[in-house]
């Protein structure tokens, strides 16, 4: 079954408190498991998206937002990546970071079927982000204890490249769109 929301570039004037609604994080996970991560994605877009978007807008960071009825159902931030030496794109292709990717509570548990169309509508829009670009290099970073967004990467085609540790717990993930 296919959820129906409306896809938008987030507006902070329309869309500030939404935003402050929009819960992504747990809020008592099962017992000996700190989800950080999640606690980490829901801050950011509580209290960091808007500033972060404007300080990237030189790398042209784009802020989504999907509404279900019930409010914000999902929100994701992608940008082209700065200065990362080890990830520099061959001539004429263009590497994007995705940044964050949050699904609201209310629809997880679903077997991932609605955080797949989520990262679709990302991809399809990092390649609307980029129309001079045959090739985009997509980047994610993803905490090493954090299964289900693993699992969404490795449907979409995602491989991983460096696997989290305990000293650093996010892992970097990459597919490669063409055109």
Sequence with gaps: MTLFVIWKIANKQQDARAMEAFTCAVKHPPKNRAFSWELEVQTYFHKAVW???NESSHLGQRF???DDGEGIAAAYTHARLADQPEFTPPAGEQT???????IAIRHRRQGGKFADEVL????YDILDSEPDSAKINVLAK???HNIPSQKM???AGFQQ?????PAKPLGWWSLTLER
């Design 51 to 53: 500033a972060d978007t």
């Design 64 to 66: 989504r937002i999907a």
């Design 96 to 102: 994007r970071l995705l940044v964050m990717l949050g």
């Design 120 to 123: 679709l509508d990302a991809l």
């Design 142 to 144: 993803v905490h090493m």
């Design 153 to 155: 990467l490795k449907r």
């Design 161 to 165: 490249n460096t696997a989290g540790t």
